[in-house]
C-alpha cells in the first residue's frame, strides 16, 4: 500500500514537472513554439541581452550575446549589477555590426531560443533555421516594436508581469510628454541630428529610425527626417542641414563631443558655435537605441532641447526606476556617469542635470 502512495506521489510531481508549452509570434509573424520556459537564450540584437536581463532579473539564462553588448556593460553600471555578465560568451557573429551568426559557435552553447534581427536580411537567419535551432526574430525603427521585444522575453522567461510593467512605464512617460510637448510650435522645435557614426563615417539617423520617434517625442525636428533608418552623408549636406542640437551615439567608445567642436569644416553650424553637442547617456543599455531604459532617454532629451521648459527631477527618476528595473538604487556619482559628464559637462546648459 506504501509503495502505491510513493508511486502516485511520483507520478504527481512529475506531472508537475512537464512545463507547459510556450508559443507566441515574432515579428515576423512566425509562430515559435518552446517546450517551457527558455533556460538557455542567445541574444543577436545588440540591445537584447540588457533588455532580455532586466526582463530576467538576472544572467543565468543569457548563454550568449554580441560582441557590442558586452561592451555596453563592461565597466558600466550593469557589470556591478551583474558582475557575471562578462563571462558570458560573446562570439556568436563576425566583428563589428556584422549580425552573421558563428552557428558552430551557437550550436556549441546549445541554445534552446536565439533572438535575431528580423527587418535584416534572410542571410542571417537562414543558417540558425537550417541548423535546427529556434529563432525569435524582432525588428527595429518603431516604440511598437520595442514592446513587442519585451512582451516575447516576458513570455519566454514566465515573468509577463514584469514585462508588463515596463511597457506601463513607457505608456505613462510617453504621455506625461506628450502632453509636456503638445504646445511646442513648429518653430521653436530645435533642429536636431544624430550620428550613428561619425569617425569612421558620417551616417545619420533618417526617419524610420528609432531615434527620429524620440526626437520628436521630445520636442525637437530630425533634420534628416527625409531619409531612411540610417543614412551615410557629406560634410555639405550636414552644414545645409546647420542643425542646432547634435546627438552622438554610444556605440563610438572613443568619439566625444570635443571630435566635433574640433572639426573646422563644421565650425559655422548652430550646434557647434553654441555648444550642443551631446554624447548619449548609458546605463544599463546605450540610451539612444530602443532599450529598457527608453523612458529616461525621452525625459533626459526634452530637457537637452528645452532647457527653459523642462527640469525633471533626472536623479530621482533614474533612480526609482533602477529599483523597478533591477532592484538597485544609484548615487549621486552614478548619475553622472550615466549621464556622461565626463563628455557633457562643458555643453550649453548641462548644468540643469548637476543636482538631479
Known amino acids: 500500500m506504501k509503495s502505491l502512495a510513493f508511486a502516485a506521489a511520483l507520478a504527481s510531481a512529475a506531472s508537475w514537472a512537464i512545463a507547459d508549452p510556450i508559443s507566441f509570434e515574432d515579428q515576423r509573424e512566425r509562430t515559435v513554439t518552446l517546450d517551457g520556459e527558455a533556460e538557455r537564450v542567445v541574444t543577436i540584437p545588440i540591445p537584447a541581452a540588457s533588455m532580455f536581463i532586466a526582463v530576467d532579473g538576472g544572467t543565468d539564462r543569457l548563454v550568449g550575446m554580441h560582441q557590442l553588448s558586452k561592451t555596453a556593460i563592461k565597466g558600466r553600471i550593469l557589470e556591478r ?4 555578465a562578462l563571462a558570458i560568451p560573446s ?3 563576425g566583428k563589428g555590426f556584422s549580425f552573421v551568426p558563428n552557428v558552430e559557435e551557437l550550436l556549441a552553447l546549445e541554445p534552446d531560443l536565439v533572438f535575431q534581427w528580423g527587418h535584416l536580411n534572410d542571410d542571417i537567419i ?38 508588463k510593467a515596463m511597457i506601463d512605464w513607457r505608456d505613462d512617460v510617453m504621455a506625461e510628454l506628450q502632453a509636456a510637448t503638445a504646445g511646442i510650435a513648429e ?15 558620417l551616417r545619420v539617423a533618417g526617419g524610420k529610425s ?5 526626437i520628436d517625442l521630445a520636442g525637437g525636428k530630425n533634420v534628416a527626417s527625409e531619409l531612411g533608418m540610417f543614412v551615410e552623408v557629406g560634410i555639405e549636406q550636414i552644414i545645409s542641414w546647420d542643425p542646432e542640437v547634435i546627438l552622438l551615439n554610444g556605440f563610438e567608445a572613443k568619439l566625444s563631443p570635443k571630435d566635433v567642436y574640433d572639426n573646422p569644416l563644421l ?9 550642443r553637442v551631446y554624447k548619449m547617456p548609458l546605463g544599463g543599455y546605450r540610451w539612444d537605441p530602443p532599450n529598457q531604459e527608453s523612458p529616461l532617454t525621452w525625459l533626459w532629451l526634452s530637457m537637452v532641447l ?18 523597478f528595473i533591477y532592484g538597485q538604487s544609484v548615487d549621486a556619482d552614478d548619475v553622472r556617469n550615466i549621464l556622461r559628464f565626463d563628455m557633457n559637462a562643458d555643453a550649453a546648459n548641462y548644468d540643469i542635470f548637476a543636482d538631479g
Do not use: C
Open 126 to 163: 537562414d543558417p540558425l533555421v537550417n541548423a535546427g535551432l529556434n529563432v525569435a526574430l524582432i525588428k527595429i525603427g518603431q516604440e511598437a516594436f520595442t514592446r513587442k521585444w519585451l512582451t516575447i522575453m516576458g513570455e519566454v522567461t514566465g515573468k509577463p508581469e514584469k514585462a
Open 187 to 201: 518653430g521653436d522645435r530645435p533642429r536636431t541630428l544624430y550620428f550613428m557614426n561619425y569617425l569612421s563615417s
Open 306 to 323: 528645452h532647457p527653459d521648459k523642462f527640469n525633471w527631477d533626472m536623479a530621482d527618476r533614474i533612480n526609482r526606476n533602477y529599483e
Open 210 to 214: 528609432y531615434n527620429n520617434f524620440y
Open 81 to 84: 549589477f551583474y558582475p557575471d
Open 91 to 93: 562570439n556568436i557573429t
Open 267 to 275: 565650425a559655422d553650424v548652430s550646434a557647434v558655435k553654441s555648444r
